[in-house]
């Protein structure tokens, strides 16, 4: 029990004191208000190499905001910082306030590091204590116009620090014959106009040359929007940004202008470095660190490497020797000397800093690949063995790096994207989207008034819009570039490359393609795609047929053949039914008055004709006495309702919705026909879906379009629907469904899509591989589909810009003559057998009673009048249809009646016919 005791109290010992071996070195901090992004990066870098294994010290850094601007803030935060004890200083200057930062760091001997003054309009001096992460490049901008061989020069600055360059730039440029300057103070940088229009009005320069000095990102971003504002973004003037950080800049107003602009890059965008540190800050929390979610500028990449080189000299100093602070630490407080607490500034004498000297030296003696290019610095703490990337774009030609300048060598021109150069385009600033011209995805746009459109402005399309939110959201500016070869992207085995949208992104040529593009296994191994923005299928278009004609007897067609026989079967066994169960049943026969003979309604025409009466919802005066008759009858009234309705809502769809003559409507139909050819595009991801394909039916698809004469395969998509539409329903295209979809909906609304798709893929936005903008798109991406962006561009392209049936919501069908014409024919065709009938009864009933003896008397005139009824009541059967009515006229009394006897059964009556 003792042992264990003391095991623990042993473990509990080690411990502690393996916390306490990891020191915490303070770091002081000055930062003004619009540094956001650079604060949050430094946070950022300091968590890293904090959360580093087997580390020997922790930097605790606390942001320290404060107008550098003002000297007593700035004398304030510097001295409030420096008692509570700090190792070193990081942040940022003013011109107004340098004199303060160098007498603090020269009397008490405190390191001060700082990434926002150049060593141009800084002040250097024996024993000077500042480094200066920003590196000198006034040189930079006068190799420039020395390179372009500009003697007219205007110069316009915001700030004092412009200023300053400006006096150094007129000193260096005064060995360049013929090199003059005009320059101007923009009093207030958001609201430059009239000073620009002033600038454009002077004389004029061919070109006219303009150095812009701004003092902050901002800055620039606001006179560079005003500037085309102002319409100065024309051809004539040529524009110098002498800032650091060009990639930033916006420029998309600049492209087809006829302006160009030249600037300068500290930031290689290229390096692998640079782009693993953006990828990761940009994806870190934003909640912690505020700044993330934008591209790092040229003054945070230089705080990220301001945090590099104390981490390293520390490290260095501890592996040295590992007490070297243990005497500056006292219960976690800074000592000086072991003295005062801190580095008070009210001593007097004033006390330096005991390590300023120590850290210094190290400082100096760094020297690695950080963010900003090499970190390396002379005695008088300026940096050495930098590059400047110097970039140029103009009419049409997107922003390209033509040069690279170095302290030592000056200006040097390098190979541009044209000379073969292809890492230049891996990372620019104004990204290039390769495309193709596909209907609804990117189509020209018409010109309107006469006036031609420019730019990015020429296309339209799905495509031109997803390019469009993309760039927003991501904040890039971009030009669209159609794809030379007018192909999507297909692997030639011979030639061992690739063709289409994918040679241009696998050869640096573009940033990303936007289009059509269809996410397959073989392009993913040498592109990368993003999620996909729509998901589709393979589909089959072919022209449309034209519409059935109805028949005579077209009203017949809702209901089928064999329909149609029961329903004839039915009403025959109703019929014979009725009239066999009547004549059973003694409920159904009746007496007849004044006779002892029984009648019975229903005879065998009187049960059809009950049928039939029914069958036509129209009924009659007949009904059935007995239980069986009325259940027969019941029964068949409950079939006919059921039927007469079912007919009637089936003939009315079917006179509504038009009916075509399908030829096929699978795959499978095409393989069981000659007559139709099939074909696709030649290279793209549908032909690959057959030539790959393990289904036996698509495999002879792609055998039979192999041996196909004349060739079924097509350029484009556009050329196959145009071959559907010429020859005349003998060719059916395979192309993707969006494309099927939205040819339909156009005039003359022609083709069709029959079938449903054959497989499931998706269209992505392709980048290179390993782009470092691959994970931002595929943000932009998610964040457009889950905003419903993307469904509803495919609403305004697919289906409110559609030209097929836009108004059949709004139109009254009517019914055509040629609908219902076999009714009419049947109408007309009963009306004449009943005419017919109706006479051959009425000659032969004539022809009879005139072949009887009795109804011809001598000497009297007869005439035949039709009485009676159609039904013998005291037999049941049918009666005559006339009598023979003898009338004897008297002229002598002009009596205008005649009188007549008729005799009927042996019975005499009186009949008098006026």
């Known amino acids: ?49 904090n959360a580093k294994q087997g580390r020997a010290f922790d930097l605790n850094v606390t942001l320290n905001i404060t107008d550098v601007g003002d000297n007593f803030k700035l004398a304030s935060s510097i001295c409030g910082q420096m008692f509570d004890g700090v190792f070193v200083f990081l942040g940022k200057k003013d011109v107004r306030s340098l004199d303060i930062i ?33 590196p000198p490049y006034t040189q930079a901008i006068i190799d420039v116009i020395r390179h372009f061989k500009w003697t007219r020069v205007h110069y316009l600055y915001d700030s004092d620090e412009g200023l300053h ?109 640079v782009r693993y540190f953006a ?118 030609k997107i922003i390209n790096k033509t040069g690279i300048w170095t302290p030592s060598g000056g200006y040097q021109k390098t190979a541009t994207q044209g000379d073969g150069d292809k890492n230049t385009s891996i990372y620019r600033e104004v990204k290039i989207v390769t495309s193709i011209l596909s209907n609804p995805f990117l189509m020209l746009r018409e010109v309107s008034n006469g006036s031609p459109f420019l730019g990015n ?66 392009r993913e191994k040498h592109v990368d795609f993003t999620k996909p923005f729509m998901n589709f299928g393979i589909s089959i278009m072919i022209k449309k047929p034209g519409k059935v004609k109805p028949g005579v007897f077209s009203f017949m067609e809702p209901v089928s053949l064999h329909v149609w026989i029961c329903i004839i079967f039915g009403y025959l066994s109703v019929s014979m039914g009725l009239f066999l169960v009547s004549r059973c049943s003694p409920y159904e026969w009746r007496k007849v008055s004044k006779s002892a003979r029984l009648e019975n309604d229903f005879s065998l025409l009187n049960s059809f004709w009950f049928s039939m009466g029914a069958l036509m919802l129209q009924g009659n005066d007949l009904s059935p006495r007995s239980i069986s008759g009325r259940i027969i009858g019941t ?43 099939y074909g696709t595009v030649r290279s ?63 005039q003359p609304c022609d083709t069709m899509s029959v079938g449903g798709t054959l497989n499931s893929k998706g269209f992505g936005i392709a980048t290179p591989e390993d782009s470092p903008i691959r994970d931002s798109l595929n943000l932009a991406v998610l964040e457009l589909i889950e905003k419903g962006t993307l469904h509803n561009l495919r609403r305004t392209w697919w289906k409110d810009k559609g030209q097929c049936n836009a108004d059949s919501g709004s139109k009254k069908r009517s019914l055509s003559l040629s609908h219902v014409a076999g009714v009419f024919y049947i109408l007309v065709g009963g009306l004449v057998i009943a005419v017919i009938l109706g006479s051959s009864e009425l000659l032969c009933k004539k022809s009879k009673l005139f072949s009887r003896p009795e109804n011809y008397m001598k000497g009297t005139e007869t005439s035949v009048t039709l009485v009676g009824s159609p039904f013998d009541r005291e037999n049941g059967t049918i009666g005559d249809l006339s009598q023979n009515f003898p009338t004897t006229a008297k002229n002598d009394t002009g009596l205008n009646h005649r009188r007549s006897h008729v005799s009927h059964n042996g019975e005499q009556f009186a009949n008098t016919d006026v």
């Open 635 to 677: 029964v068949w009234w409950f079939f006919v309702l059921i039927i007469i309705s079912s007919y009637t809502a089936n003939l009315a769809a079917f006179f509504t919705i038009d009916r075509l003559l399908m030829p096929i409507d699978s795959v499978d139909d095409l393989l069981t026909q000659n007559e139709i050819k």
């Open 457 to 522: 402005k020429r296309y339209e399309g799905y495509a031109y819009d997803l390019a469009e939110n993309v760039a927003r959201i991501m904040g890039f500016e971009y030009i669209i570039k159609l794809v030379p070869d007018g192909n999507y992207g297909r692997y030639n085995t011979k030639l061992k490359k690739w063709d289409g949208m994918v040679s241009e992104l696998v050869n640096h040529r573009a940033d990303m393609a936007i289009g059509d593009l269809t996410i397959t296994w073989e």
């Open 279 to 396: 990828s990761k800050f940009r994806s870190s929390s934003r909640r912690r660190y505020p700044g993330s979610g934008r591209r790092i500028t040229s003054e945070t990449a230089m705080v990220v490497d301001s945090v590099s080189v104390l981490w390293k000299i520390f490290d260095e100093m501890l592996q040295r020797d590992p007490k070297v602070f243990q005497h500056a630490f006292r219960r976690g407080t800074v000592y000086n000397y072991n003295k005062t607490r801190g580095i008070p500034c009210t001593t007097k004498p004033p006390v330096p800093w005991m390590f300023g000297e120590t850290i210094m030296s190290a400082i100096k003696a760094v020297d690695f690949e950080g963010l900003t290019g090499r970190i390396a610095f002379h005695e008088t703490g300026l940096r050495r063995n930098y590059s400047l990337g110097v970039y140029t774009m103009g009419l049409e």
């Open 165 to 273: 360059r400006l006096e150094h730039i007129y000193k260096g440029v005064r060995g360049i014959p013929m090199v003059s300057f005009k320059f101007r103070k923009l009093q207030d940088v958001d609201n430059a106009h009239e000073e620009l229009r002033m600038l454009d009005k002077m004389e004029t320069d061919n070109p006219k040359l303009v150095v812009l000095d701004m003092s902050s990102g901002a800055a620039y971003k606001s006179i560079l929007k005003q500037i085309p504002e102002v319409g100065m973004n024309r051809h004539g003037y040529h524009y110098l940004l002498a800032g650091l950080d060009i990639l930033g800049a916006n420029l998309r107003r600049y492209v087809h202008g006829g302006v160009n602009v030249t600037g300068f890059q500290l930031v290689d965008r290229q390096n692998s470095t």
């Open 102 to 134: 160098h007498s603090f760091t020269k009397t008490f001997h405190m390191p001060y590091l700082s990434h926002s003054l150049s060593s141009d309009t800084a002040q250097d001096g024996d024993g000077n204590f500042e480094i200066h992460m920003k």
């Open 684 to 746: 793209g991801s549908t032909r690959s879906f057959f030539e790959f394909s393990a289904e036996p039916n698509y495999i002879q698809v792609y055998e039979n379009m192999l041996a196909a004469k004349p060739s079924v395969f097509v350029q484009s998509t556009a050329e196959g629907i145009n071959r559907v539409k010429s020859s005349k329903g003998k060719y059916a295209f395979f192309l993707e469904s969006p494309a099927n979809e939205y040819q339909n909906n156009r």
């Open 1 to 49: 029990m003792l042992n264990r005791l003391l095991w623990i109290a042993f473990m509990c010992v080690t411990v502690e004191s393996s916390v306490k071996s990891i020191l915490t070195l303070p770091i002081g901090t000055i930062f003004s208000e619009d540094d956001e992004q650079a604060r949050s990066a430094l946070r950022f870098a300091v968590d890293e190499l």
